[in-house]
């Protein structure tokens, strides 16, 4: 079992909220590539937020369903790290940018996740959110954190509906990996609360320490 729970940030819009989440402890932050999100960034407002980035911070790109052009455009003008599909993007489509990627999958109990981990072997992981019908994610609810897979070749990532009050409880049911956060930081969509950040991985490593 590993010793730390990994912390991205997702949804970043300002430089200040990208510092306020690495000064917090943040492994990772992430920016979103897509129009219908109100936490979606232009190619300009992502480069200038990875400039205040330090390394060894990761910063992941979120994409839905993207054309191709538009990936290709962010990684030639922005530090992108890592890939993180939502959509339905198809292994092809995700290992042709030659970039470490990690597969969004929202869970629904009748599905057999072992059969979908198996559609994307080149993944580096996988990001569980919540099942809502056309919402890719950003739903702000938890799903049944007992349909979190007990044993995974890859590392598991925890996303939906994480809040500072829920993410001991959370880690506790499904020790995941890596837990990913969004809506539950903020104060305004798009804008991140410093406090809730703090408060938030406080309690990851809280939850850390007491293992």
């Known amino acids: 079992m590993l010793s730390r729970t990994r912390v991205k940030i997702c949804g970043i819009t300002r430089p200040e909220d990208a510092l306020a989440a690495v000064n917090a402890g ?10 219908p999100s109100p936490r979606n960034l232009s190619i300009e407002q992502a480069a200038r937020i990875a400039q205040v980035v330090p390394p060894f911070v990761t910063i992941v790109g979120l994409f839905v369903d993207p054309e191709k052009a538009l990936v290709q455009s962010v990684l030639e003008n922005v530090r992108i790290d890592l890939l993180q599909f939502h959509g339905h993007e198809s292994r092809a489509t995700c290992e042709s940018f ?21 559609m994307h072997p080149r993944a580096t992981g996988f990001l569980l959110d919540t099942y809502r019908p056309g919402v890719p994610g950003g739903t702000g609810e938890t799903f049944d954190w007992s349909l979190f897979p007990q044993k995974s070749e890859k590392p598991l990532i925890l996303a939906g509906g994480l809040t500072p009050d829920n993410i001991v409880l959370a880690i506790n049911s499904t020790q995941p990996f890596a837990v990913d956060v969004s809506g539950g930081l903020e104060s305004g969509k798009g804008i991140k609360s410093h406090p809730l950040i703090n408060q938030f991985i406080a309690g990851v490593n809280r939850v850390d320490t007491e293992r």
């Open 98 to 118: 030659l970039r470490p990627y990690i597969k969004a999958i929202r869970v629904k109990p009748e599905e057999n996740l072992d059969e979908v981990f198996a």
């Open 26 to 35: 943040a492994d990772a932050i992430g920016f979103v590539f897509y129009g």
